[in-house]
């Protein structure tokens, strides 16, 4: 008598088919790279500028600008600066000049004051239509100080009060420009 | 003749046709396999850039596409994908997750389009002392074949990353490395 054993077998798949031969991995690592840099930007606090005069003897007509500056220079080598230049004279005629001001005297001038980094100008600086002038210089690897506020700074006009300006409202236009490298 | 009788029989046996009869058993083998809940990650993007465009001092951003397959326990299972911070940003002096130049700074994501779970909505920020949440799996969740499981296999997710660019990072390149964990239960 011939024992004959049948063995009756069931091939499971013992993992989603189509992973079967794919696990994958429980943890996975990635190298997350940023590189900062030379920036600057500025802000101009101010909506616009009104420039008084107190008094009755002509004294100077003064006024301020505010600004909040963020720069980052590089490391070694860089360097930045903040500079204004009027780009737009004082319309409409008959009043204040900085091109062609009514006697030689008559200037609109201007002393800087910083809080934060960098350097402001020295001393009263006069503006002018035809050249940008200084306001805060910054050196290599400078950085603001007060984020994300930024670092503050300030332009003191002044401007001539004389007698030959026509009575009226008159209007200049100032481009401040901030760069860093 | 009395002799000759038992040796008829006798032949008759011999020469009557043996049939022959094979046995057959059966039996039966019981294979059993337990299918347990597995998670597991696939083409894990091995870098992803922050850069940024536009405005002066707006934060640095980058993206990254995470593939996995999931399988989770039936009515009771769950699971997760969740992301840390392993090593923080080197060299120093630029961007840091644990101890950033200011208190605002950091690296946070919101993740999108997952295709199977429920991915984070954010902004969530990257932690070097806890993982943080990217998708979440509930019970009897699959990847592939469509019906009761996700149709798309491997399923995918998408992190989006921010970065703060606070102007105290000295200019430079930095690096930090994220693990992302996934789980099945």
New interface residues.
């Given amino acids: 008598?011939?024992?004959?054993?049948?063995?009756?077998?069931?091939a499971?798949?013992?993992?989603?088919?189509?992973?079967h031969a794919?696990?994958?991995?429980?943890?996975?690592?990635?190298?997350?790279?940023?590189?900062?840099?030379?920036?600057?930007?500025l802000n101009i606090t101010n909506g616009s500028t009104p420039l008084t005069s107190t008094g009755t003897n002509f004294t100077n007509y003064t006024g301020s600008t505010g600004l909040t500056y963020?720069?980052?220079?590089?490391?070694s080598g860089?360097s930045g600066s903040i500079t204004l230049k009027v780009t737009t004279d004082f319309s409409p005629a008959n009043g204040p000049s900085v091109a062609t001001p009514p006697n030689a005297g008559d200037k609109l001038a201007y002393t800087c004051t910083l809080s934060g980094v960098g350097t402001a100008c020295t001393g009263s600086v006069t503006s002018s239509t035809t050249a940008a002038t200084n306001v805060a210089t910054f050196g290599a690897?400078a950085?603001?100080v007060t984020?994300?506020g930024g670092d503050t700074a300030t332009t003191a006009w002044t401007l001539t009060n004389d007698p030959k300006y026509k009575t009226g409202s008159y209007s200049a236009t100032v481009t401040f420009t901030i760069s860093a490298s | 003749m009395i002799r000759l009788a038992p040796l008829v029989v006798w032949g008759a046996l011999l020469l009557a046709p043996i049939r022959l009869?094979?046995?057959?058993?059966?039996?039966?083998?019981t294979?059993q396999?337990v299918?347990s809940p597995?998670?597991?990650?696939?083409s894990?993007?091995?870098?992803?850039?922050?850069?940024k465009t536009g405005?002066?001092?707006n934060n640095?951003t980058?993206s990254?596409s995470?593939q996995?397959?999931e399988?989770t326990t039936q009515s009771t299972g769950g699971g997760t994908i969740t992301v840390k911070a392993?090593a923080d940003?080197t060299p120093a002096n630029?961007?840091s997750i644990a101890s950033p130049?200011?208190a605002?700074d950091a690296?946070t994501y919101t993740c999108s389009a997952a295709t199977l779970g429920t991915n984070c909505s954010g902004p969530l920020t990257v932690s070097t002392a806890a993982s943080t949440n990217v998708v979440t799996f509930s019970a009897t969740e699959?990847?592939?074949?469509g019906g009761s499981c996700s149709t798309a296999?491997p399923n995918t997710v998408t992190v989006n990353?921010t970065?703060t660019?606070?102007?105290?990072?000295?200019?430079?390149?930095?690096?930090?490395?994220?693990?992302?964990?996934?789980?099945a239960s």
């Fill in positions: 008598m011939k024992k004959i054993l049948t063995l009756v077998g069931v499971l798949l013992l993992t989603a088919p189509l992973a794919q696990l994958g991995t429980s943890t996975g690592t990635t190298t997350v790279t940023v590189a900062p840099v030379a920036e600057a930007a963020y720069v980052r220079t590089t490391q860089g690897d950085h603001t984020f994300p | 009869e094979a046995a057959t058993l059966t039996t039966t083998q294979l396999a299918i597995l998670g597991g990650l696939f894990f993007p091995n870098s992803v850039t922050l850069a405005t002066a001092f640095f980058g990254l995470i996995y397959r399988r392993t940003f630029g961007p130049p200011h605002g690296l699959c990847t592939g074949g296999n990353f970065l660019d606070d102007p105290k990072y000295k200019t430079g390149s930095y690096s930090a490395t994220l693990t992302f964990t996934i789980s």
